[in-house]
């Protein structure tokens, strides 16, 4: 038992004793009056009886004695009794102060265990205090880990950021901002990642796609193939138990009916894929490993190539070899393929030859390619048959002419180690290779150049891969399993809009979010369905102007937008009929238009100047403009409760103005370099935010006027435009350094990696009034890109995105060495 208990129940029996003894006291004291009732009653009996026997006393003199006598005891009685209520007296005094000595220690007790609760109390808070300063300092390492293994093991890194930020929602929210920093970065930083294909437990051998590209087949370094549904990314059915040792090689048949497998064991198996079931007995004929085969285009005959130096052909139907094994290689044969047109078989061996051999015939054709100064360890045919790839374990692919036979006069030299496999797109292309040094490298097979950045995410050697029949995913296996790629550069969490055929120079959404309108310099405004992401209806045209700035009116029903005229165009935001055009009096270009958000003004800026303010009501200018900037005004922005409006310039200030009082308040706000392009109030009204060519971000006090903190510098070139997140937590940011920056507002920094899938300027950025969607606009003088993206900045869709890409959970392994001691938790069930 603990002592605080033990205390406890000593104060408590105290108390009791207490209780009792008073208890007693009061009944001693009623019994005590009770009997001095008594006394005085017979006393007074008494006194008569001696008045009775003074009138007797001459005729009752015999008594007298006897009356005196009873007198005397009845006085002594009287004066013991006295005794005894002095005796009582004394031990009602005495009673009392026993009393009021212990309630003293009660009190004394009461006041002990009072300050021991609140120790108690506050050790508790101190240890509250203390494990939640360590859950945060877990979370921050987690978020570094994962940014440490971002490039080279990218499953690893989501995994832990989704842990960071499990751990930071629960223990410190200012952890937080990192966490989900991590977790964007993670799903960033590899947009053309589609997932893991994770059972397996060690390396993957071989992968392939079935012919109709719904299936990947996998086989391991244990002599394990499994089939993976290509959309779900789920194991169908189970694993089939396939070779004493590793496998190396698969490949389906043409009608997809078929997988065949071959490995250490030199043994070649045919599996029914419809039931998982062996086809037949398995292959036998190499007395080495078998490394490599292939099916004919005609599925009629399989090809295997083996360490014993011999290629085999074999019956599909009958499993019977057909012929003698073809000896033309001096050294292990490392890879077989067919032509396209079922013709020609060409193998690699490690004797740094290739062959080509007639099927027919069974015989070599030719004389053997020679160019690689090492072995040869990979082939792959063009799909017109008119190239062969070869790649080596001198690092190096070559492309070889089918017709003259002859190597191309520049070789692809990009990897850093032995060259592993190669394969083409349907389409010819693209050729992907893959190597030890952990990478999948795309070439163009017509220029010879390579095609991006290499895709890195096995996090060690990389030994095959396959292009599914769409060429729009890539499977390759090796080291940490079997990854899908999108060789198309994939999304990550952005995906574009394409429409329109100039420079995007200005994005709005619609209050209720379900629309996104964008004005270009195509001299068009394009509405698109956010959820479906398509065009709505056709562009709104407006008679050859730039469109350079929208908005929507806060209850949905107007679209307006200003153009490089003085024009502002108003429609009906749902019928999309046309109701006027409101002019400033001259024809200097506007740049910016914005509505009030309590629906009363709409105000618009520009070359003259000057800050234009109408009544939405009945269209009619609202007094004089506001003059007071020196030079071009860029972009104007309302407060939330529509008193304040903020104004942005190329005379490198701020201004804030009463909106109705049509003045200025204070002095301009002064801190930027150089011009100031965009400006944003936050939700609550008591920021600003504001982008420059200078470079950097300042966010200011609405109340002071004064700068928080330090700029926010990330951009390397001119900021064009910033918008708070409805919930006022992030700003975003975009410029002419085709990035859009996210930051966290109250620590002031960048939360992740900048959003890079523009490639020119961003002109425009907003979020969508849930926050969920984070839009970009972009253009520049190139006119490459047109485009709108959408972001994701769903927090719930990013988890649920980086479960599906990692295909698993932490292990117990890794859950012991990143996590320690918290319990174990599947992060991904």
């Not at 420079?503 to 959820?531: C, K, M, Q, Y």
């Not at 064009?720 to 620590?747: E, Y």
Request: proline share 4%.
């Amino acid at each position: 038992m603990s002592e605080k208990n033990i205390i406890r129940i000593l104060a408590l029996g105290l108390v009791i004793t207490v209780i009792v003894a008073i208890f007693a006291i009061v009944s001693q004291q009623e019994s005590n009056r009770a009997r001095l009732e008594a006394l005085n009653a017979q006393g007074t009996a008494i006194a008569e009886a001696n008045h009775r026997a003074t009138a007797q006393a001459e005729a009752e003199s015999a008594q007298a004695t006897a009356v005196g006598q009873a007198n005397r005891r009845a006085t002594a009685q009287l004066e013991a009794e006295s005794a005894q209520d002095t005796a009582v007296a004394r031990a009602n005094q005495q009673a009392t102060a026993q009393a009021r000595s212990q309630a003293t220690a009660v009190s004394a007790f009461n006041q002990q265990a009072t300050a021991q609760a609140g120790q108690d109390v506050a050790a508790t808070e101190a240890l509250m205090r203390a494990e939640a300063q360590a859950q945060a300092a877990l979370a921050r390492q987690l978020a570094l880990q994962a940014n440490n293994s971002l490039y080279n093991r990218p499953d690893l890194a989501l995994l832990l950021s989704l842990e960071a930020a499990r751990i930071a929602a629960v223990s410190d929210h200012n952890v937080l901002p990192q966490a989900r920093g991590s977790l964007l970065a993670a799903l960033q930083t590899h947009p053309e990642l589609i997932g893991y294909l994770h059972r397996q437990t060690g390396v993957v051998n071989s992968v392939v796609f079935s012919p109709d590209g719904a299936l990947v087949a996998t086989g391991d370094e244990h002599g394990t193939v499994e089939l993976w549904d290509l959309e779900t990314h789920d194991m169908v059915g189970s694993p089939l138990l396939a070779h004493e040792g590793a496998v190396l090689s698969l490949s389906f048949s043409p009608n997809g009916s078929l997988l065949a497998s071959a490995g250490t064991d030199g043994k070649i198996v045919l599996w029914n894929i419809e039931t998982g079931e062996r086809v037949g007995e398995p292959l036998r004929g190499h007395e080495g490993a078998a490394n490599s085969l292939a099916f004919s285009p005609n599925g009629e005959i399989l090809v295997s190539g083996s360490d014993d130096s011999t290629v085999c052909f074999w019956n599909v139907e009958t499993g019977e070899a057909l012929g003698q094994p073809l000896v033309g290689h001096t050294d292990a044969v490392r890879d077989v393929v067919f032509s396209p047109d079922g013709l020609l078989v060409a193998s690699a061996s490690a004797d740094r030859t290739i062959v080509l051999w007639g099927v027919a015939a069974q015989e070599s054709t030719g004389e053997p390619l020679l160019g690689h100064d090492a072995a040869v360890s990979a082939l792959a045919f063009s799909p017109d048959g008119k190239m062969l790839a070869s790649g080596s374990q001198d690092q190096t692919i070559i492309l070889w002419d089918m017709e003259t036979r002859q190597p191309a006069p520049r070789r692809l030299a990009d990897h850093t180690a032995p060259v592993s496999d190669l394969a083409f797109s349907a389409d010819g292309l693209i050729l992907a290779s893959t190597s030890e040094d952990g990478t999948v490298r795309l070439w163009d097979s017509e220029a010879h150049e390579p095609i991006r950045q290499p895709l890195i995410g096995h996090g060690g050697t990389v030994l095959s891969v396959d292009f599914s029949p769409h060429d729009q995913t890539l499977v390759s296996g090796g080291a940490n399993g079997a990854i899908l790629w999108d060789v198309t550069a994939g999304q990550g969490i952005g995906e574009v809009l394409s429409g329109h055929t100039l420079n995007v120079r200005s994005i709005a959404f619609s209050p209720d979010g379900r629309r996104l309108a964008s004005g270009s310099a195509d001299h068009t405004i394009r509405l698109w369905d956010v959820e479906r992401r398509e065009l709505l209806d056709v562009p709104l045209p407006v008679d050859e102007q730039d469109i350079t700035g929208v908005a929507f009116s806060p209850d949905g029903r107007w679209l307006a937008a200003c153009d490089m005229q003085g024009t502002v165009h108003l429609w009906d935001a749902q019928s999309l009929e046309s109701l006027a055009d409101l002019q400033t009096g001259n024809s200097d270009a506007l740049y910016a238009v914005s509505f009030s958000p309590d629906g009363r003004l709409l105000a618009a800026s520009g070359a003259d100047r000057a800050i234009h303010l109408w009544h939405v009501d009945n269209w009619q200018t609202v007094g004089e403009p506001l003059s007071g900037h020196q030079d071009v005004v860029w972009d104007v922005a309302f407060s939330s409760d529509s008193q304040t409006l903020a104004s942005v310039s190329s005379d490198k200030t701020v201004m804030l103005w009463d909106v109705d009082g049509g003045q200025r308040i204070g002095e301009p706000l002064a801190g930027h370099t150089d011009q100031v392009f965009t400006v944003a109030f936050s939700p609550d009204g008591q920021k600003l935010a504001t982008g420059s060519a200078d470079e950097t971000i300042r966010l200011w006090n609405v109340e002071t006027h004064q700068p928080i903190g330090q700029p926010l510098a990330r951009h390397t070139s001119s900021v064009f435009s910033v918008a708070f997140s409805p919930d006022g937590q992030l700003l975003a940011s975009g410029g002419a350094d085709h990035q859009v920056v996210i930051w966290d507002v109250r620590t002031g920094q960048t939360l992740g990696i900048p959003l890079e899938k523009h490639t020119e300027w961003v002109n425009s950025i907003a979020f969508n009034p849930d926050g969920t969607l984070l839009a970009s606009g972009s253009g520049g003088p190139f006119g490459i890109d047109n485009s709108i993206v959408l972001w994701d900045f769903d927090l719930n869709s990013w988890e649920e995105r980086a479960c599906k890409i990692a295909g698993r959970s932490l292990t117990p392994d890794e859950w012991a060495y990143y996590v320690s001691n918290q319990p174990y938790v599947e992060i991904c069930p």
